[in-house]
């Protein structure tokens, strides 16, 4: 089990800690990553209630495209997570650690983030509205094209935050820090802010952000591209099946053990027991990859 995200930011404060010496969750600890990716999973699925993963330790850790809402991630260590198109609607992260986690196009809707630690985060095109972030520390965060209307701001460091195209309409920015803050032209501010008392920069906007990174797998060949005209597309040359020993009966419970392998007990169908773990994450796989798109609440 990982450890507590106090004995990490412990830790982080006696010497200094790099964040790319941390090796990625999935790697780390294959059981946390496996646990959240099957509560992340079924989420949309779960009863009325919520579910306790405050100050754990999921540096680096493999959230895109989970259902967390309603979690409660108060103290949690997710600093570099990639936690993009993630639906946190509603969850608890007070003082969370999120330093460079990548959020962007998730949905914060009215989700608690008092005193959390935003620094360097992602946030771009994310669902803000009516989120609280009082105290909040967002130091050179990239909030482009987010929509934040309606969220709570106060006494939040937005020191050198992006908000270029960001919907701040409503917002509730007393006493947060917007030095050197940027903006545009399509940053909309609550009724009344004095932009230029406040420090911040105005710049050029960046133009239309994109909506969904294209994932290798989805990367496809043009039909009018021969493989025999791409010699470095062809795909890798099969290797040959491993020819089992004379004598071994196929149909037996156990095979007997000789080089080929131990011992293996068959199900009465001839599949190989165990993996048992992997073939119900597969099939969980497989469901939430079939039903994703029909999924509400990822609209931009």
């Not at 909030?143 to 020191?159: H, M, S, W, Y």
């Amino acid at each position: 089990m990982p450890v507590s995200c106090r004995a990490v930011n412990a830790r982080v404060s006696r010497s200094g800690f790099s964040i790319n010496s941390v090796r990625p969750l999935e790697t780390r600890a294959a059981d946390a990553q496996v646990a959240l990716t099957c509560l992340g999973v079924l989420g949309q699925e779960r009863p009325a209630g919520w579910l306790n993963v405050s100050y754990t330790d999921l540096r680096r850790a493999d959230c895109d495209g989970l259902w967390l809402n309603g979690v409660n991630l108060d103290g949690t260590c997710l600093e570099a997570a990639s936690a993009y198109q993630v639906n946190l609607r509603g969850a608890s992260l007070i003082t969370a650690n999120l330093r460079h986690a990548e959020l962007g196009t998730s949905i914060l809707h009215q989700s608690r983030c008092t005193e959390a630690d935003l620094r360097g985060a992602r946030l771009l095109k994310a669902d803000l509205r009516e989120a609280n972030f009082s105290g909040a520390d967002l130091r050179e965060a990239n909030l482009r094209k987010a929509r934040a209307a309606g969220t709570v701001f106060v006494r939040a460091d937005l020191l050198m935050a992006d908000l270029r195209g960001c919907d701040l309409s409503g917002t509730d920015l007393r006493q947060a820090k917007l030095e050197a803050a940027l903006a545009s032209d399509l940053t909309i501010w609550p009724a009344g802010f004095d932009v230029e008392a406040a420090g911040v920069v105005v710049a050029e906007d960046p133009g239309t952000e994109p909506d969904v990174l294209l994932p290798a797998a989805a990367i496809m060949i043009p039909e009018n591209v021969r493989l025999q005209d791409r010699p470095h597309l062809d795909p890798p040359p099969r290797r040959p099946l491993l020819a089992m020993p004379p004598g071994t009966d196929r149909t037996a419970g156990t095979e007997p053990n000789s080089s080929w392998g131990p011992p293996a007990r068959r199900t009465p169908g001839g599949r190989r027991a165990g993996n048992t773990g992997v073939r119900l994450v597969g099939r969980l796989a497989h469901r939430w990859n079939s039903t994703r798109s029909s999924r509400p609440g990822w609209t931009a």
